[in-house]
């Protein structure tokens, strides 16, 4: 058994409006299932991973508002055939993508799910990250569709994860951090939002993203030569730096900007982004698989393979 | 519903309660436009615990869940330094005092200030099922062999939508109403993999009812400084709603050809919204499944709706004070926004609390 892609998708919000990660989630998850030319019902588990959203919403889970915009197993009593789906909030920063792998991995492998929506989308809080000069992630959403396969080749590899035990405060505080100031915001708290990065994390970053990755092509045996890597995009030059420090040709790492334009950066959704622009550029002849390495805020790392079914 | 030979057990409960009592009278004193009914007599509420702002006295959301890690794992065989996974559920994501995070985890700067250095960790977030999805996925990574144990913890400063809702709510009617009921506490509890028949995580199963999740709603206040919770109360608690548990675990039970009654439960916990829904639900429960529902556990009288943290608190209060039984099986029935709805069942025996 394997955890295999069976469809992804992104989207910038419209420049003219104010976005909503439900409403991106939402398109992103429909498009992939068309895409995958299933019925919504045809998924059991919504993971959403996003970790900024509209008016900052802390209750329900953003999942449950996507798994109704996508209209998953809308009503367990209501429907015909009762058909349950289950979603919930996974928050991680920047690796969100891949914790949700792992738990998908768990959910395949113990016949809990055939089938596992990942859906990642961050905006601003006031729906408009373009005004914001401290923000600096994009308005953007994807999803990723997940599925238990039967065979035994190729899909992903075992999940790592890293940072926990790096140092996460720099002198009482978090370098790297985005919260609302509830002291403070008046009534202006659906709106607002504060995201940290001081001067040394992408450096950090950069050096924890290059351990985990030359950590797993060890353990997991791969040749780091036969492999593109996809990564997130904590700073526009991120790529260039992890290609330079694992003494890769840049064409061998991949975290491309967000569509759209805009300028921000994108957050979450950056290893489906990645993906994406992997698919669609075609694997080199001699990259025999994907290595998707995710850094963020903690610091937290993790790193995941995979190997396309045709390979 | 899986029940396999490599299933996961509850290894370890803490808790973690602040120490400052506010009795319902207290907070109705304290609410502008106070309302036209009982409230206690509405709940069943008679207090809740309240965290004390001090920042020395640690008890932003963060600083309770701590607390409850630490007081899991000093009843647990494992050390920190053991865990291979650590997950947060925590609704209201307080640190530092008064700042709400949305990255990093909590569940990666808990894991560090603890000391579960090569933890996996993320947060989930699943209104007051949050708990539940922590154990959940837990349960399915020991059952698929990726992790050994993990610790699931949340710290709920939940009586900060009372605030709120004591300064905005108008009457009764007022979305903000069931923002009353609430308390503060943290639970965390340390799963491993079951050896015996005497410690076991039988199914958690659990159900998003979506065409519902916009009925409670959680977000920063836009009239005063606060966060705040918007429930539909009359729509989120309508019959229709209640049905969904006993109709979901009942079609589970159906595919493994048991019945309600053959899971020979000892009790049962509902989530502690107040003494008369859970009176509802437990009703609900035995018109659906047509038979008696196991002896009821709850604290809601003495703590409030403490949120993600309920049904575990109920365990350990009752597990602590004897007043439930050790070698008996439990039933926990998440009631959520979202909605989400399950079951929960387990043998407990030997659990550290």
Known sequence: MTTVIKAASTLAAPADEKAAAVLLAGQAARECLAEARLSPDAVGVLINVGVYREHNTFEPAVGALVQKEAGINLDYLAHPVPGAAFSFDLMNGACGVLNAVQVAQAMFSTGSAERV???????????????????????????????????SEGGFGPVRTAGSGSPSETAGYLPNAGYLPTAGMGAGGRTRITVRRDPGFAGQLLDLAADTTSGYARTEGLDLHRTLLVSSRPTADFAQRLADRLGLPQSRVLAPDSPGGGGGLPHTAAPILGYLRAVDQGLPEDVDQILFVAVGAGPSAACVSYRPQDR | ?????RGSRFEALGAYLPSTVQSTPDLVASVV????????HITGVAERRVYDRRPEAGEDSYGLALKAARDALGHSRYDAADLDVVVSASITRFRDGDDFYFEPSFAGLLAHELGARRAIHFDVSNACAGMMTGVHLLDRMIRAGIVRNGLVVSGEQATRVAETAAREMVDSYDPQFASLSVGDSAVAVVLDRAVDEADRIHYVDLMTCAEYSHLCLGMPSDRTEGIALYTDNRQMHKADRLRMWPAFHGDQLAKLGHGFADEGFDYIVQHQVGTRFIDYVNRTGAREFGTEMPESLSVVEEFGNTASTAHFLVLHRHLKAGTARRGARYLLVPAASGVVTGALSATITNLGV
């Not at chain 1, 990723?144 to 039967?150: G, M, V």
């Open chain 1, 117 to 151: 929506l990942i859906t990642a989308a961050d905006v601003h809080p006031g729906g408009r990250a373009a005004l914001d000069d401290g923000y600096p992630y994009a308005d953007l959403g994807a999803a990723l569709l997940l599925e238990r396969s039967a065979t």
């Open chain 2, 33 to 40: 436009r106070p309302p036209d009914v009982d409230l206690e």
């Open chain 2, 1 to 5: 519903m899986t029940s396999d030979a």
